[in-house]
């Protein structure tokens, strides 16, 4: 597969930056905005105009999972998260996502001595936590996009995780079951739902009954 590069985007995207921006919205006069023009917003112009241009990097892994993408108006986007379940291939929009691994260990105290002995027994699951930004049109609350995470996260299956960042961490058989889903209250945003999914690895393992 040839390697897609892109180039001539000055500024890159910073999907941390924009959810803090997301879930600070106010739906009334705020600091930096004029007090009659809830809609109209400071201009920036003079921040990114002092950021170095992005240079052209590869928009894949070595593996093929996409690392940068494209919007439907053409931006670059940095680590786009898709999940591929029995309802289809879906993206989760404005997404970031954390890996925590942990390993069994046992550990034996010493008598006499400070310290343990500690015998490692294996390594646990990776859990993956997620969040993530649906945003409705037209200043409407997102009312389909949160059916279809709820429908998503009451699959009784595991789903393929598709990442960048887990693709290099996770087995390459590894899929993905959530165990947790979190609509936090999001104050002052009435177009905007934070959504917060916890994901446990779910190794595939043969059966061989003799």
């Not at 106010?26 to 002092?50: E, H, L, V």
């Not at 009435?190 to 959504?195: F, P, S």
């Amino acid at each position: 597969m040839a390697e897609r590069r892109y180039n001539g985007m000055r500024h890159r995207f910073d999907p941390v930056r924009f959810l803090l921006d997301a879930v600070s919205v106010k739906g009334t006069y705020y600091p930096g905005m004029r007090k009659n023009s809830p809609n109209s917003y400071p201009d920036t112009t003079s921040i990114y105009k002092a950021m170095p241009e992005a240079p052209a990097l590869p928009t894949e892994t070595a593996g093929g999972t996409p690392i940068r993408k494209q919007d439907a108006l053409g931006r670059w986007y940095f680590l786009p998260i898709l999940v591929r379940s029995s309802l289809g291939k879906m993206e989760l929009p404005c997404a970031v996502i954390s890996v925590t691994g942990r390993k069994r260990i046992v550990e034996t105290p010493l008598v006499g001595r400070r310290g343990a002995v500690n015998e490692l027994v294996g390594v646990d699951s990776y859990e993956a936590e997620i969040t993530t930004i649906l945003v409705g049109e037209d200043g409407n609350y997102p009312e389909e996009a949160v059916r279809q995470m709820r429908d998503l996260y009451e699959l009784n299956e595991s789903v393929e995780l598709i990442c960048a960042v887990t693709d290099l961490i996770f087995e390459s058989d590894e899929r993905v079951i959530f165990k947790s889903v979190d609509f936090p209250a999001v104050g002052g945003a009435e177009n905007v739902q934070v959504v917060k999914l916890t994901a446990r690895t779910d190794a595939a393992v043969e059966l061989i009954l003799e």
